[in-house]
Structure formats: structure tokens, C-alpha cells
């Protein structure tokens, strides 16, 4: 058997360790400045830990009080949930047979590529015409039309990914399903996407981040309450002459709690993936 040597595992330790704290260092210091009072955020030198930690800020971003900052902030962040959710289920229920046909048919692979090519335009050059279409369908500061313009950011990128998916598992394995009597539908469901399910979990957290933290066209295309995104929410806490900081902050913590929710989540899905599907024995 062979033996590690201990200066490498102390290396190994060492390195993350190092690559932890640098992750989560932004993110302690976000929870910081949530409850540090505003008085310690302009203090010189600056203090690294609040003499008293304010929570205040949690509860007046939660507050549902009508016109009150948190009736805007909670409206937010139902928003970008109802959102960046419709559009992430819409995408994958698209993706998934969009990428099967694409690996199973290598033939038609160039329509992929052109969609994929998109990309390559800046966003503001698709405003205008998406703002016209959204207009002329009266979904303007609508949170079914926003969510209609994050799918086509997202079913591009997750058909490109569930493509990916498919091709690394053989055809042979759907071939001797269907030599055994299964139809197309029955060798999709029992075989193939129970061994997609890994690549179907990634596919689905991406979009949803992308759908999260979209900006500019949530920007554009929204007016008030009744379909601004949380990101916009956040940039309007900001956009006074005074800005308190602790309180961005506190909206900062508070719009990272459900990607990471949704991250573990995802997180179980991928090892219940790995360890399910169709083995031909």
C-alpha cells in the first residue's frame, strides 16, 4: 500500500484551508457588516467585529408592513423565486429531449451551434426587440415575461449541457433496452435519464444562478413591485443620496440563502443520480 507523505498532507490541509477562507471571507464579511451598527462601518480604524450585533436590519428588510422597504424586499424576492424557477423548469423540460436528439443525431448538431452562438451578442443589443415583443404581448413588468426572456438565455446553455450529459452514456445501453421490448418513452424514463440525473441537477442549479442574479434585463424590463427581481431591489437600496451599507449587506446575506438552498438540494439529487439508473446485468 502505498504511503502518503506527511509534508504532503499538511500541504493538502494547508492549501484548503486557504482556499476555503477565500471563499468564505466575502461572505463572513457580508454577515459582518449586516449587524455591525453604522456607526462601527464608519469607524477609523475600522472595527472587524461589532461591539453589539444589530439584527435589526433582518427584521426590517422582512417587515411586510405596506410601503415599508420590506414589503418591497419580500415582494423581490418572491419575484425572482417565482421567476428564476419557471424559467429553470421550463428550460430543463426543454433541454431534455432537445439534447437527447442533438447526441442521438449528430447530424443535426449545427442547429445546437447556432443557438449557442447567441451568446456572442452583448445583451444590449437584444433589448430593444425583446422590449417590442414584450410590449406588443402586454408582458411588459411581468413576471411570466421576464421569465419567457430568461428562457432564452437558459435553454440554449442547458441543452448544451444535457447534450453533454448524453453523450457520455453509451447507446448500446438503450439499443439492448429496446431489443428487450421497451419503447423509446419506456428506455427514456427506466435508462437514460435516471443516468442523466447528474448532469440534469447541474443543468438545473446553473439556470436557476443565472436566472437569480440576471440583472439588466430585469432592469428594463420591470417597473414596481409586481415583477422587480431581488437584484434590482438590492441596486435600489443603494441608489440613494445616503446609502446604508448594513443594510445592502443584510440584503446581500438574505438573496444568497435560497441559491444555496437550492445548491444543496441539487447536491442530494447528483449523488442519487450517481448511484441510480439502468445496469444491464
Do not use: C, H
Given at each position: 500500500?502505498?504511503r ?28 459582518v457588516?449586516?449587524i ?22 433582518y ?17 423581490s424576492?418572491?419575484?425572482?423565486i ?43 443589443a437584444?433589448?430593444v ?48 433496452a ?17 443516468l ?32 422587480k ?53
Open positions: 500500500m502505498e502518503k507523505s506527511p509534508l504532503f498532507t499538511i500541504f493538502i490541509y494547508i492549501s484548503a484551508i486557504l482556499l476555503a477562507l477565500i471563499i468564505l471571507a466575502p461572505i463572513l464579511w457580508l454577515f457588516m449586516s455591525s451598527p453604522a456607526a462601527d462601518l464608519a469607524a477609523k480604524p475600522l472595527r472587524w467585529w461589532p461591539q453589539t450585533a444589530d439584527f435589526s436590519r427584521g426590517v428588510l422582512l417587515s411586510t408592513v405596506e410601503n415599508s422597504a420590506g414589503a418591497a424586499f419580500t415582494a424576492l418572491r419575484n425572482s417565482t421567476i428564476a424557477g419557471m424559467a429553470t423548469l421550463v428550460a430543463l423540460a426543454l433541454a431534455i429531449p432537445a439534447g437527447w436528439a442533438v447526441s442521438r443525431t449528430p447530424s443535426v448538431g449545427w442547429s445546437l451551434s447556432m443557438v449557442i452562438a447567441t451568446y456572442m451578442l452583448p445583451p444590449v437584444l433589448a426587440p425583446l422590449y417590442q415583443g414584450l410590449a406588443y404581448l402586454g408582458m411588459l413588468n411581468n413576471v411570466f415575461g421576464l421569465a419567457l426572456v430568461y428562457l432564452t438565455i437558459l435553454a440554449p446553455f442547458t441543452t448544451w449541457l444535457m447534450k453533454s450529459g448524453f453523450d457520455s452514456i453509451p447507446k448500446e445501453i438503450e439499443s439492448a429496446m431489443i428487450d421490448g421497451a419503447g423509446l418513452f419506456q428506455t427514456l424514463k427506466i435508462i437514460t435519464l435516471p442523466a440525473m447528474p448532469v440534469m441537477a447541474t443543468s438545473a442549479l446553473f439556470a436557476f444562478l443565472l436566472a437569480w442574479d440576471e440583472f439588466f434585463y430585469a432592469l428594463l424590463f420591470t417597473s414596481d413591485q409586481r415583477a427581481t431581488l437584484t434590482v431591489a438590492i441596486a435600489d437600496l443603494a441608489g440613494g443620496r445616503v446609502s446604508d451599507y448594513g443594510l445592502i449587506a443584510t440584503a446581500g446575506v438574505l438573496a444568497a440563502l435560497p441559491p444555496v438552498l437550492v445548491g444543496l438540494l441539487m447536491q442530494r439529487a447528483l449523488i442519487s443520480g450517481l448511484t441510480s439508473g439502468g445496469v444491464k446485468g
